[in-house]
């Protein structure tokens, strides 16, 4: 969680990770080319919205799993 955190900031952090965890070479066995990859999921809370601390986890769930679904190592956002 990044609290008080504007969309693109959040967006740049995610990616900043992803990155960083490709950068890192880890190897791992289970891995399609032998290193540690990430996918990131990133959903917005807006201060008006009446979204619970579940609604958004949820979207951010669902961004992940976008991110996984088209291809990997890779950040996916889903609004309010």
């Known amino acids: 969680m990044l ?3 504007e969309t693109a900031e959040a967006l740049k952090i995610g990616e900043a990770t992803r ?3 490709e950068t890192l070479g880890i190897p791992h ?3 399609a080319d032998g290193t540690v990859i990430i996918s990131v999921g ?3 809370a807006v201060p ?5 601390a579940d ?3 949820r979207r ?3 961004a992940l799993y976008d991110a ?4 990997r190592n890779q950040i996916q956002y889903r609004p309010s």
């Open 3 to 5: 609290s008080e955190t």
């Open 19 to 21: 990155s960083g965890v």
């Open 29 to 31: 066995e289970g891995a």
């Open 42 to 44: 990133v959903a917005v």
């Open 48 to 52: 008006s919205a009446d979204d619970s």
């Open 55 to 57: 609604e958004i986890l």
């Open 60 to 62: 951010a769930d669902k």
């Open 68 to 71: 996984k679904a088209k291809g």
